[in-house]
């Protein structure tokens, strides 16, 4: 009876030690798996950075000109744009969006797709990359003359697309940066006034494009400012436009944050020579 005790413990341990060793192997494959899917992203984000950064680099001049003297003219940055390379790579593009100083990461050529799925996954140049781009509604005119123009852009934890965006929730953010620029092809330089920023539902009336009456816009706006996070100041009325920037957040899938502009001016730019 003793012997046949000691070989079933030992029996025992035998099995225990193969459970220890599957559950090991399980664990390492997991952890494999895990590394992969890991630098499968932080790869994806390197080369979309590095994308944009390129065509930053090739498209974009940063200027300083004074306008001519006509009693109102002031000294402002400005940029031009090369839209005849950048439409060369790809034709969707329909401008370009910059924020002067901050947040100065978003600086990025806008294009619209033919819907609004193209553009999640994939870059500028076309290449399949979880960055995407930053792309104009589908339901929009492209040359930004809508009542209300939606742009979106995803919301990177790399600090890329719009993920600076979410700055907006603090008011002496706002303070020191109100402003953000578009560029179009035919040579415009648009500035729009932030006048609200807050988080809404993906079902929003912020998406809304097109209004039957200027009550009906006049509505839209009054919710606009309703549901910012701060009371900007800023006055915004049924004879003006408005630029809507959209990303996701990391509060839930249906949640949205919203930066809404108002266009205060639209000036020519000029080549540097």
Request: charged letters at 25%; aromatic letters at 14%.
């Amino acid at each position: 009876m003793v012997r046949e005790r000691k070989r079933y413990h030992r029996g025992r341990k035998k099995k225990s030690g193969a459970g220890y060793v599957v559950i090991l192997t399980a664990a390492i494959v997991v952890f494999c798996i895990s590394a992969f899917q890991i630098y499968r992203i932080l790869t994806g984000y390197h080369r979309g950075r590095a994308e944009y950064d390129r065509i930053r680099k090739a498209a974009v001049q940063v200027i300083d000109w004074k306008e001519t003297s006509d009693g109102s003219g002031t000294e402002y940055a400005s940029a031009w744009i090369d839209f005849e390379q950048l439409l060369a790579i790809n034709p969707d593009t329909v401008g370009w969006l910059r924020f002067d100083p901050e947040p100065a990461q978003i600086d990025y050529p806008i294009v619209q797709g033919p819907d609004n799925d193209l553009y999640l996954n994939k870059t500028f140049s076309a290449n399949e990359n979880t960055v995407g781009a930053i792309f104009v509604n589908a339901y929009n005119r492209p040359d930004f003359s809508d009542r209300n123009t939606i742009i979106y852009g995803h919301r990177m934890n790399d600090s890329s697309m719009f993920h600076d965006l979410k700055k907006y929730q603090d008011k002496s953010f706002w303070e020191a940066n109100p402003y953000f620029y578009i560029y179009t092809p035919d040579g415009k330089e648009l500035t729009y006034h932030i006048y609200s920023a807050g988080v809404v539902k993906d079902v929003s009336d912020t998406y809304l494009t097109e209004f039957e009456s200027d009550e009906a816009f006049q509505k839209f706006l009054d919710m606009t400012k309703e549901t910012s996070g701060f009371d900007t100041g800023v006055q915004v009325d049924t004879e003006d436009t408005v630029v809507t920037l959209s990303t996701c957040t990391s509060a839930g899938s249906d949640d949205r944050f919203v930066v809404r502009g108002v266009k205060e001016a639209e000036k020519p730019t000029r080549k540097p020579e």
